[in-house]
């Protein structure tokens, strides 16, 4: 069993099976086909499969503060580092000579170990060398960034600070303000809102003293993150687009993905969808093309498009980079932040993985309190529909309550809870109230929350609105391309119909609907239209159509890990069990 702290720490067997064969060959780097042929012999399985259990083990060991024992040796395999292991490279520089020679050594593997990617062993080594102060400007930041890569944001703030002072001491304006704006990064993301923008203006301070355009062009897209947080769409995109005009064609190809990527999300919030898909496509390109791409700008790049794919419902592109952002980390040694967590969590519960969306998000629960506390709320209500696809219904509610209290939109999660608790009206008033205002928030989650708002308007019989609602969606799809809204307008389609006693139409849109979520494997959904499908099916007497439909749902429900759906097959197939007898009375009556 694996012990912390004298307490048992609960692994799942796979998961314990990798890391004794880790423990086992610790003494050298395990490829993944030896990991593959050790833990699932007989079994064929994927890179996924093996990624996934590392991810779960790092999250174990995390409780006994060794998060980064685990190591991804690009292109070569895993290895497990110990601390012994870890300060063997410390003792042998120290064995070299005495005090002030041990710790330039010392220095020097820490060096290497940076440019090597293997994070922790850098931020030990940095740390011992730091005991006589002998660090400069460069290593400072490379101890920072290797914290920051180990998920330490709050221990990297105060060596910073000192890169900041070093930088500025040696004359180094340029350097300075590039520390200056990662920390005022870090306080934005830690919710220390004043305290970044003070930091923003020490870098702006520093950069109008220069001509050089890559710090430039980070100064303006730190700037237009925070006017995007201020509810500033408009001045962001100006922001995002004057950065990417400063380092276009400037061999900055970090910076120049990173701003392009944001224009692409600032214009996706302000409704041009083809521009902002197209400016986030191009970035991914300019950024793989680098081969320099810092980890820290690297991951702020895939998070801002990832985060994107999610907040407009476009699922399959959310599973595709929620996939490379993994890999990505992977590769670059980085521990997975509680912000991809929270990524592959929503996607995974749109997918049907429930009990692996569950673990990962309450593993970024855990991570974001100190990484991104202000993205607690959307934690909590990605947590909510979870809960909800799962049947946990009051764990739901009570997740979409804190997600409320911390300031975030629970929708449209909680207003298909109500709306599936008889509760339409309330759930009505929930998705109107959602789309009050201009916030960031809401210009992303437009087209979402208005084809939500459709379909609980064709439930209530509010067709007028309805029908405005899937005109205004249906008639933009440009700007309303995703299968997830034309999926739900479809539905809402299938209401109004259903109101007017036309059972073929009302046949034909809930198929598309089921036909758009399969699209993009949206597993949940699919069980939910099936059983809609198979009600009306043996409502109007086709009784091989509703248990075709009814056993096609259960297998995916079983699937799915939802008590939930399992239950709604198990009664609708009682249901259709009870009528075939009463039919063939009927008929040899």
């Given at each position: ?29 395990v ?9 699932w ?34 292109g070569k ?77 709050a ?23 590039v ?47 925070l ?125 049907g ?24 709320g ?36 909680r ?14 008033a ?64 299938a ?13 034909r ?5 089921r ?70 009375r009927?008929?040899?009556?």
């Open positions: 069993m694996l012990l912390c702290a004298r307490q048992e720490v609960a692994l799942q067997p796979r998961v314990f099976d990798l890391l004794v064969y880790l423990v086992h060959h610790r003494d050298r780097v490829s993944k086909d030896e990991l593959l042929e050790a833990v012999p007989d079994v064929t399985v994927t890179d996924n499969s093996l990624q996934r259990a590392v991810s779960s083990l790092r999250a174990a060991l995390r409780k006994g503060g060794m998060e980064g024992a685990i190591r991804n040796l690009p395999g895993y290895r497990l580092f110990v601390d012994s292991e870890i300060r063997q490279p410390e003792r042998a520089g120290q064995k070299q000579a005495d005090g002030i020679v041990g710790a330039l050594g010392a220095i020097g593997l820490a060096r290497r170990a940076a440019a090597g990617q293997l994070w922790l062993q850098a931020a030990t080594l940095f740390a011992s060398a730091d005991e006589d102060g002998r660090l400069n400007a460069e290593d400072l930041h490379q101890w920072a960034l290797a914290l920051q890569c180990l998920g330490r944001t221990a990297a703030i105060p060596i910073l600070v000192r890169a900041v002072a070093a930088r500025n001491e040696a004359g180094d304006a340029a350097g300075a303000a520390e200056a704006i990662a920390l005022s990064g870090l306080h934005f993301e830690s919710g220390q809102a004043a305290i970044g923008k003070g930091w923003l203006a020490r870098a702006e301070d520093w950069a109008s003293r220069l001509d050089d355009p890559p710090t430039t062009a980070l100064l303006l897209w730190m700037k237009s993150k006017a995007a947080f201020d509810g500033e769409p408009e001045q962001a995109l100006a922001l995002a687009d004057a950065a990417y005009t400063a380092v276009r064609y400037k061999d900055a190809l970090n910076i120049e993905a990173l701003s392009l990527a944001y224009r692409g999300f600032y214009r996706l919030c302000l409704g041009d969808t083809h521009g902002g898909l197209a400016d986030q496509d191009h970035a991914a390109a300019v950024a793989l093309s680098s081969t320099n791409l810092d980890p820290i700008m690297g991951g702020n790049l895939y998070c801002n498009i990832l985060w994107a794919a999610r907040m407009f419902g476009d699922w399959a592109r959310a599973d595709q980079w929620t996939r490379s952002y993994q890999n990505f980390c992977s590769s670059s040694g980085m521990e997975l932040t509680g912000s991809c967590q929270l990524h592959r969590s929503e996607v995974l519960g749109i997918r993985s429930l009990d692996e969306a569950l673990a990962r998000i309450r593993d970024a629960l855990a991570r974001l309190t100190s990484d991104a506390p202000w993205s607690m959307d934690a909590n209500r990605v947590l909510g529909d979870i809960l909800a696809a799962i049947g946990n219904d009051d764990a739901a509610l009570e997740a979409y309550d804190r997600a409320y209290t911390m300031g975030w939109c629970p929708e449209p999660g207003a298909m809870l109500l709306l599936a608790r008889g509760e339409a009206e309330a759930a009505h929930s998705l109107e109230r959602s789309l009050i205002g201009k916030t960031w928030w809401t210009l992303q989650r437009r087209g979402i929350l208005l084809a939500h708002l459709a379909l609980v308007a064709a439930h209530t019989h509010r067709t007028s609105q309805a029908k405005a609602l899937i005109c205004e969606l249906s008639g933009s799809p440009d700007r309303w391309p995703m299968p997830s809204i034309r999926a739900l307008t479809n539905e809402a389609q209401i109004l119909a259903l109101s007017r006693q036309d059972h073929e139409t009302a046949m849109h809930l198929h598309l609907a036909q758009l979520w399969s699209s993009i494997e949206g597993r949940v959904q699919v069980v939910r239209l099936r059983l809609q499908i198979s009600r009306l099916q043996l409502a109007h007497g086709d009784v091989r159509g509703a248990m075709a439909e009814v056993h096609a749902a259960q297998l995916l429900a079983n699937e799915l890990g939802s008590p939930k759906r399992v239950a709604e097959c198990l009664a609708l197939q009682r249901d259709i069990d009870a009528w075939q007898p009463t039919a063939r009927q008929m040899c009556g």
